[in-house]
């Protein structure tokens, strides 16, 4: 049987972070059964006992071949998680095309970022990888994005 608590601190996505279900954001998380979710723009996602992560996509939706992912990190105190590995490979679904690779631009308290070039129109298949530092433990994180014109 699985406690409150032990539910509150499953990885997962927030309920309060799932979007609509025509959402052009969505989310998987590594293990997990369920497929993609629908994400909130700056939905929170917990990817281990201690470690939460924020994502948001700018501009949103995705309008043009540029996008940049903006990652917060943080423990269940709130404190910023500003060490850790971070690295996204991005491929698009029905083409090949990809996929590229980009380590994040490390910004302050548990900032990272990610400038993404497409170079073409529709839907798009990001595997975020965060491993922090002194863990052996990486996450993985699929997000899709879809660019419309």
């Known amino acids: 049987m699985v406690t409150d608590t032990e539910a509150q601190f499953a990885p997962g996505v927030q309920p309060s972070s799932i979007g609509p279900e025509d959402s052009l954001l969505q989310v ?18 917990r990817l281990d006992n201690d470690l939460l992560a924020e994502i948001f996509v700018d501009p949103y939706p995705t309008n043009t071949l540029t996008a940049w992912v903006d990652l917060y990190l943080q423990d269940n105190s709130g404190q910023p998680v500003s060490d850790a590995r971070v690295v996204i490979d991005y491929d698009m679904f029905s083409m090949a ?14 900032h990272y970022i990610f400038r993404l070039d497409y170079i073409m129109y529709g839907p798009w298949g990001q595997l975020l990888q965060v491993q922090p530092k002194g863990s052996d433990q990486e996450h993985k994180l699929e997000v899709t994005i879809v660019a419309k014109p």
């Not at 998380?29 to 723009?41: D, K, S, V, Y």
């Not at 095309?97 to 548990?110: I, M, N, Q, T, V």
Request: charged share 25%; hydrophobic share 35%; proline share 6%.
């Open 28 to 45: 998987k998380l590594q293990g997990a059964e369920e497929g993609r979710l629908p994400l909130q723009n700056g939905g929170v996602i």
């Open 97 to 110: 095309h990809g996929p590229f690779f980009s380590l994040a631009e490390k910004k302050l308290d548990g």
